[in-house]
């Protein structure tokens, strides 16, 4: 059965850091791209970030988060991170991991971790 | 404001037919493949379509998608209570180079 697990989530102040974690089971995780894609309360869907399958060597952002967040992959772990900075009100939201078997799609989700900045 | 444009809400009886549609431009839909997801309520989404038309294992048959020029459709038939949900098309877009997603569209059956 295919899990991915987030973590880390929590309160943060304006300006502040925080990583995300997504460990991942029940698929090779190496062959697989990663994203992270997120959700502000009551609104819709935002890809946020993905990461290249085999050694990670490519990396894309999008343009709201580009310079403040920075994905990895660690595959002796099956773990997806996503390290958050210069955090702001507007990057509240549920933060979803989702594996794929390319660029274009989000095969497999996580539950989701709630990212709330505020003071 | 999404790159992708859909329909914020469509309805039908139980056991009609919807449609919703994802418009694109060429850098886009034009030129890639669509997917569509499936969030229902307090859920995370799943994917219901890639390839623009092919559905994953455990998929319904009454869901269906469609690709034309740069726009693409999910057709769901036989509309079930169960359907209520909100409903994303996603693909890549060459000139941003980022993944890039519809604002969403809800359904609801009456």
């Known amino acids: 059965e295919v899990q991915l697990l987030e973590s880390g989530g929590g309160l943060v102040q304006p300006g502040g850091s925080v990583r995300l974690s997504c460990t991942a089971s029940g698929f090779t995780f190496t062959t697989y791209v990663m994203h992270w894609v997120r959700q502000a309360p009551g609104k819709g869907l935002e890809w946020v970030s993905a990461i290249s399958a085999g050694s990670g060597v490519s990396t894309y952002y999008a343009d709201s988060v580009k310079g403040r967040f920075t994905i990895s992959r660690d595959n002796s772990k099956n773990t997806l991170s996503l390290q958050m900075n210069s955090l702001r009100a507007e990057d509240t939201a549920v933060y979803y991991c989702?594996?794929?078997?390319?660029?274009?799609?989000?095969?497999?989700w996580g539950q989701g971790t709630l990212v709330t900045v505020s003071s | 404001q999404s790159v992708l444009t859909q329909p914020p809400s469509v309805s039908a009886a139980p056991g009609q037919k919807v449609t919703i549609s994802c418009s694109g431009v060429s850098s886009n839909i034009g030129n890639n493949f669509v997917s569509w997801y499936q969030q229902l309520p307090g859920s995370a989404p799943r994917l219901l379509i890639y390839d623009s038309d092919k559905r994953p294992p455990g998929i319904p048959d009454r869901f269906s998608g469609a690709k034309s020029g740069t726009s693409a459709t999910l057709d769901i038939t036989g509309l079930q209570t169960g359907d209520e949900a909100d409903y994303y098309c996603g693909t890549w877009d060459n000139s941003l180079r980022n993944v890039v997603l519809g604002g969403g569209t809800k359904v609801t059956v009456l």
């Open positions: 989702a594996g794929a078997r390319s660029l274009i799609q989000f095969d497999y």
